[in-house]
Nanobody, 126 residues
Framework: QVQLVESGGGLVQAGGSLRLSCAASGRTLSRYAMGWFRQAPGKEREFVAAISRSGSNTYYADSVEGRFTISRDNAKNTAYLQMNILKPEDTAVYYC???????????????????WGQGTQVTVSS
């Protein structure tokens, strides 16, 4: 059974940093592209960042470009989202997702992903 488990969320002041982790079990993470999404209260889920199967290609939403970094450690079956210079508007539940198809390439839309974690709350205070 495939499981993705996020961790690392919490409460941080504006300008601070957090690193989210997404640990995969039941499947070899290195075969698949990964993505991070977020959903704020009253808003639709939105794309944050994506990384290819090999880790050589990444893509970011404009709102986080230059502040967030997506990475992966395939030996540890884990993906990461380093978030720096956090802003109150980054407050949301953050989800990692695994893309089974697409040849290991980037996915920028939620419908391209097949498995999702349960989410971790990130709250940025002003």
């Amino acid at each position: 059974q495939v499981q993705l488990v996020e961790s690392g969320g919490g409460l941080v002041q504006a300008g601070g940093s957090l690193r989210l982790s997404c640990a995969a079990s039941g499947r070899t993470l290195s075969r698949y592209a990964m993505g991070w999404f977020r959903q704020a209260p009253g808003k639709e889920r939105e794309f944050v960042a994506a990384i290819s199967r090999s880790g050589s290609n990444t893509y970011y939403a404009d709102s986080v470009e230059g502040r967030f970094t997506i990475s992966r450690d395939n030996a540890k079956n884990t993906a990461y989202l380093q978030m720096n210079i956090l802003k109150p508007e980054d407050t949301a539940v953050y989800y990692c997702a695994e893309r089974l198809y697409g040849g290991g390439g980037l996915g920028l839309h939620g419908y391209e992903y097949d498995y999702w974690g349960q989410g971790t709350q990130v709250t940025v205070s002003s």
